[in-house]
């Protein structure tokens, strides 16, 4: 059965001239997009199509959709084989969402319930498997196994970073490097392959390939660097997500380590202390010393690093408004305040 348009969605891209632009720019893109998605998901379980429907509700900006279509277009045009990977890449990235949160006992999600909260935590599981498996149902579509490999191998290389970081949890004495080695597995992978898939597919050379796929890394580690900021310092009604899960999940992210670095001998015991019995004042607490510290600005100027290293890469296409928007969404990964 194939439905004959996608579900009602909230606009999925709001605010903001960059997300204005990007939403005109690649608008038939996007619904293409859409289309090819909501048609594969299609289900005659009518409690399927309810949890479906629920997640419509709780994506975001669809960030790495818009990495296959835009440096598509930075690299030649927008093809069919780019349509249909946007949307593999989506499922997949809705996929670790809704097991995220219930890796991190979250209840909301963009202002809405999670899954998980909505129904329970087997059902969160079993849904994003099913979101993983039509994902590389529908990437099996293409004429050769290729895609299906560099996604699939992408997505074990998020599944080891996720597990490296609940191995890691309360560890107090994470470093840098490691830290690194963790977000590069669970959030970079899949923005660098997003922007592989783009550069790909239209034809490029390896080193124009290669070049997009560090571009498409750097900001990935510069997104999530931003996303553990804000869980520390962030406004859960700006941000319409659960807040403080890294904390009471003793996972150590940067701001923390920096400050870990930075404290004096009785402030480190202090914060040591804090982070081995974390409560619901915990992230409060911290932010006493957060402040007194250089951790949040060393945070956000390594994110702000990140940034301008990404659109260093794209200097390998000619100038083009896609690849302008590339490095505008770099940016904006960094600016965000929800």
């Known amino acids: 059965m194939t439905m004959s348009k996608p579900p009602v ?3 999925p891209i709001q605010g903001g001239s960059l997300l204005a632009a990007l939403d005109s720019l690649l608008a038939d893109d996007l619904a293409a997009v859409e289309r090819i998605l ?11 199509k309810d949890i479906l429907q629920h997640a419509t509700r709780f994506r ?9 279509l835009l440096t598509a277009r930075a690299c ?33 999600r963009r202002h809405v319930a999670t899954v998980n909260a909505r129904w329970n935590n087997e059902t969160s599981v079993l849904f994003g498997d099913y979101l993983f498996t039509h994902a590389f149902h529908l990437a099996s579509e293409l004429p050769t196994s290729h895609a299906c490999r560099i996604i699939g191998r992408a997505t074990n290389k998020v599944c080891e970073g996720e597990l490296t970081q609940i191995h890691e949890r309360g560890n107090l004495d994470l470093n840098e490097e490691t830290y690194f080695k963790i977000i ?17 597919y239209a034809d490029q050379p390896a080193e124009v390939v290669n070049a ?9 580690l510069a997104f999530q660097i931003a996303d553990d900021l804000l869980d520390i310092v962030g406004v859960e009604k700006k ?24 404290a004096t001998s009785a402030d480190a015991t202090i914060i040591r202390e804090l ?19 250089d951790a949040l600005e060393y945070t956000s100027q390594t994110a702000h690093k990140l940034v301008e290293e990404a659109c260093e890469h794209l200097n390998v296409l000619p100038e083009s408004q896609a690849r302008h928007w590339l490095c505008e969404i770099a940016r904006f990964s960094v600016e965000r305040s929800f």
């Open 76 to 108: 030649g045009e927008v093809n069919d084989t780019h349509r249909l990977l946007a949307a593999v890449v989506e499922m997949i990235h809705i996929a670790t969402l809704v097991h995220d949160d219930v890796l991190d006992e979250a209840s909301t």
């Open 38 to 48: 909501w048609n594969e998901l299609e289900s005659d379980q009518p409690c399927v």
């Open 212 to 220: 997009v796929e560090a571009y498409g890394r750097k900001l990935g």
């Open 275 to 293: 982070l081995a019995h974390p409560e619901d004042e915990t992230a409060a607490q911290l932010r006493e010393y957060l402040h007194k510290s």
């Open 9 to 11: 969605l909230e606009q």
């Open 60 to 68: 975001g900006k669809r960030l790495r959709p818009i990495l296959v």
């Open 184 to 200: 590069n597995g669970k959030t970079a992978e899949l923005t660098a392959v997003s922007a592989y898939l783009g550069a790909h």
């Open 239 to 262: 941000t319409g997500k659960t807040l403080g899960s890294d904390l009471k999940k003793q996972k150590l992210t940067l701001p923390i380590i920096r400050l870990l670095a930075t």
